[in-house]
Structures are given as C-alpha cells and as structure tokens.
C-alpha cells in the first residue's frame, strides 16, 4: 500500500492532521467542541434566559406605563367631573336673594358634592383607592371658582413586584360657575 506523508510546514513539522476520538480526520489541538467533550448549547441557552428576562422587564415596564398614563388620565378625568359637580351646587338661595345677580357657591356644600360625586362615581372610573385631597372655593371675576385635588395610588405590578412603595398618581381639575345673562 501506497501512503503519501502530508505536506509539511517549511521548518520540517508536518501539518497538524490527525484523526480525532471518533475517527474523523480534522485539526488537532484547538478549542472546539469535540476536543472538550462538551458543546457551545450552554452558553447560548443562558443568553437566550438573558433575553427572555431583558424582554419581560422591558415588557412590564410598558406595561406599568401605560397603567399609570391610564390611571392619571381617568384620575384627572374624575377630578373634572366632580369640580363641575361642585361648581353647579350653586347656593340658590343667595341667588334668588340677589336677583339673579350674585353667583355664590359655599365652601361645605362644594366638599359634600365633591365627596358624593366620588362615592358614586369612583367606582366607574377603573381608579382604586381614590381619595380626596382638597376642594377650595374661590371667588373670581366671572364667578366662583372650584379646584379639586384627587389621589390614587398607581396601578404598577413590576414595583409591587419587586416591594416599592408605588407612586401616587395626582388629579387636579377646576371649574367656574358662571352667570351668563338670558
């Protein structure tokens, strides 16, 4: 039989050819799978945990932003409603007394229409927890003005998740009762 050597490198070594443990003819040496026994699987298997978890993150974040933007908005949405509310609890008496004059709305009632407009409304809102911060009645050129102030805690899962104290989502809304002549 006929075997011819394999070329070899100029200084007289041969080429680093051989046959490996399962007979396969390849480079000796190296750090390839077959040399170490193991394989590249691992690796990749915890970078592909790495994403999963980058992506969820990522994932719960939008979704703790889009409940806190939903959450203010319907809480400022609630504040709105219950300022108009409070605003058209117009004292009619001193109305009447003035003759259609004189634009009053007083301080207590405002606060009691404002609270009975949350307990029948906060309910609808999707908000929890809401609770009333201030309602003040000032007096203004075209009328009395009512400003309400709301809270609610924020709707987040990911800092609940991870044991934060959630953030307080904040609703402000004023509104004016006007005399517009007939």
Do not use: C
């Amino acid at each position: 039989m006929n075997r011819q050597r394999p070329p070899s490198l100029p200084d007289g070594r041969g080429l680093p050819y051989g046959r490996g443990p399962e007979g396969r003819v390849g480079l000796e040496g190296g750090n390839g799978p077959e040399k170490e026994g193991g394989s590249e699987g691992g690796q990749a298997l915890v970078l592909l945990i790495g994403l999963v978890v980058l992506v969820l993150m990522v994932l719960a974040l939008g979704w703790d932003t889009s409940n806190w933007f939903l959450g203010h908005r319907a809480l400022g949405n609630l504040a709105d409603g219950a300022a108009v509310a409070a605003a058209n609890d117009v004292d009619t008496r001193a109305w009447y007394m003035s003759g259609g004059r004189n634009v009053r709305v007083a301080q207590e009632r405002a606060r009691a229409t404002v609270t009975a407009y949350l307990a029948g409304s906060a309910g609808d809102s999707g908000v929890s927890g809401v609770h009333l911060r201030s309602v003040r009645v000032v007096p203004a050129e075209g009328g009395p003005e009512v400003a309400v102030e709301l809270a609610a805690p924020a709707r987040v899962g990911l800092l609940r998740l991870l044991r934060l104290v959630p953030p307080e989502m904040e609703g402000r809304a004023a509104a004016t009762a006007r005399l517009v002549p007939p």
